[in-house]
């Protein structure tokens, strides 16, 4: 009775052990994906970012959709309006971007990518100069772009826009 008793509590406090470990094994990972940078990621995200600039550079409309993950999770925020989701934000990709003649000059400045495993967002302020015939419109935006990295390369899943004050 007593070695069935002393195999029980070995067995128990190797759980309790276990769990122990696990939990901060858990800690651990949180900790690295907080503050680890996960280079090939980083630069994985940007060359997408760099393939959207692109698409608009282009004029490839289909290009600058497939970079975007449209379903009922995507969601997008611009101009202080409520929040829409992919078919709107499609909707609005193309009739902007698809009646810009001329991109003359797209600026991505203070440019960040942080990357948390298999989900990033990307930091900049516009300063976008785009031509609709001979008008000329310029963006300077505070955007973020939030990126999960699927199957087809990591692809946008929120959009958020909002006026970069000159104070």
Same mark, same amino acid.
């Given at each position: 009775?007593?070695?069935?008793? !002393?195999?029980?509590?070995?067995?128990?406090?190797?759980? *309790?052990?276990? +769990?122990?470990? !696990?939990?901060?094994?858990?800690?651990?990972?949180?900790?690295?994906?907080?503050?680890?940078? $996960?280079?090939?990621?980083?630069?994985?995200?940007?060359?997408?970012? +760099?393939?959207?600039?692109?698409?608009? =550079? #282009? +004029? #490839?409309?289909?290009?600058?959709?497939? $970079?975007?993950?449209? +379903?009922? =999770?995507?969601?997008?925020?611009?101009?202080?309006?409520?929040?829409? &989701?992919?078919?709107?934000?499609?909707?609005?990709?193309?009739?902007?971007? &698809?009646?810009?003649?001329?991109? *003359?000059? $797209?600026?991505?400045?203070?440019?960040?990518?942080?990357?948390? &495993?298999?989900?990033?967002?990307?930091?900049?302020?516009?300063?976008?100069? %785009?031509?609709?015939?001979?008008? /000329?419109?310029?963006?300077?935006?505070?955007?973020? %772009?939030? $990126?999960?990295? !699927?199957? #087809?390369?990591?692809?946008?899943?929120?959009?958020?826009?909002?006026? /970069?004050?000159? #104070?």
């Amino acid at each position: 009775m007593k070695t069935k008793l !002393t195999v029980v509590l070995i067995i128990i406090l190797s759980i *309790v052990i276990t +769990g122990c470990d !696990t939990e901060d094994d858990n800690q651990d990972i949180n900790r690295n994906i907080i503050t680890y940078e $996960f280079p090939e990621a980083k630069q994985q995200v940007l060359e997408t970012f +760099g393939a959207i600039a692109q698409s608009i =550079k #282009d +004029g #490839d409309m289909d290009k600058l959709i497939s $970079f975007h993950a449209y +379903g009922p =999770k995507f969601t997008e925020f611009k101009n202080g309006q409520p929040r829409n &989701g992919d078919v709107a934000n499609e909707a609005h990709e193309r009739s902007v971007f &698809g009646a810009v003649t001329e991109v *003359v000059r $797209f600026a991505a400045d203070d440019l960040q990518i942080a990357v948390y &495993g298999e989900v990033a967002n990307l930091t900049f302020h516009s300063d976008f100069h %785009l031509k609709f015939g001979d008008d /000329l419109v310029i963006v300077n935006d505070q955007i973020t %772009l939030l $990126f999960v990295n !699927t199957s #087809d390369g990591w692809k946008m899943v929120h959009e958020h826009h909002a006026p /970069l004050s000159n #104070d």
